[in-house]
């Protein structure tokens, strides 16, 4: 089973300890890693291969609530910005990264792709530290 897959049954069956909670076009879940606080993304239910894959209306409520997640995540943080990436190289489903950014990065950082900061190394989500930024989210989202 493919990865976003994976992902959406678990959040399903409320196996993913990730989940932000249910929205309109899919799940809102944090990320596995929190390198940058508030990291999150949106995975499409059903999953589908790409956004090209949604019809008018699906894709329309997919955006719409990418940007609720952000504007949402923006505000649990304090971050000065967010970054959407839609990638699907490496795990070929829809799924967007939602990367807050902060003016408190490091110089070498904070100007480039998110990619360029050590993942394998980075504080792995758990509801201890992150808990309370999740619920923030989730309440900022209404649910």
Same mark, same amino acid.
């Given at each position: 089973?493919?990865?976003?897959?994976?992902?959406?049954?678990?959040?399903?069956?409320?196996?993913?300890?990730? @989940?932000?909670?249910?929205?309109?076009?899919?799940? /809102? @879940?944090?990320?596995?890693?929190? +390198?940058?606080?508030?990291?999150?993304?949106?995975?499409?239910?059903?999953?589908?291969?790409?956004?090209?894959?949604?019809?008018?209306? /699906?894709?329309?409520?997919?955006?719409?609530?990418?940007?609720?997640?952000?504007? /949402?995540?923006?505000?649990?943080?304090?971050? @000065?910005?967010?970054?959407?990436?839609?990638?699907?190289?490496? !795990?070929? !489903?829809?799924?967007?990264?939602?990367?807050?950014?902060?003016?408190? !990065?490091?110089?070498?950082?904070?100007?480039?792709?998110?990619? +360029?900061?050590?993942?394998?190394?980075?504080?792995?989500?758990? !509801?201890?530290?992150?808990?309370?930024?999740?619920? /923030?989210?989730?309440?900022?989202?209404?649910?």
């Amino acid at each position: 089973m493919a990865l976003i897959t994976e992902r959406v049954a678990l959040a399903r069956n409320g196996g993913n300890d990730k @989940v932000i909670c249910r929205m309109p076009s899919g799940w /809102a @879940v944090m990320g596995d890693v929190q +390198f940058l606080p508030g990291y999150c993304l949106l995975l499409p239910d059903p999953v589908v291969a790409s956004l090209n894959d949604l019809d008018t209306e /699906a894709r329309t409520a997919y955006l719409l609530d990418m940007a609720r997640l952000g504007d /949402a995540v923006l505000q649990a943080t304090g971050a @000065v910005r967010m970054n959407y990436e839609i990638l699907g190289n490496s !795990e070929p !489903e829809l799924h967007c990264h939602l990367f807050p950014r902060y003016a408190s !990065e490091p110089d070498d950082k904070r100007r480039m792709p998110v990619w +360029f900061y050590d993942w394998k190394n980075a504080l792995p989500y758990a !509801e201890d530290p992150h808990g309370a930024l999740r619920k /923030a989210i989730a309440h900022l989202l209404n649910v």
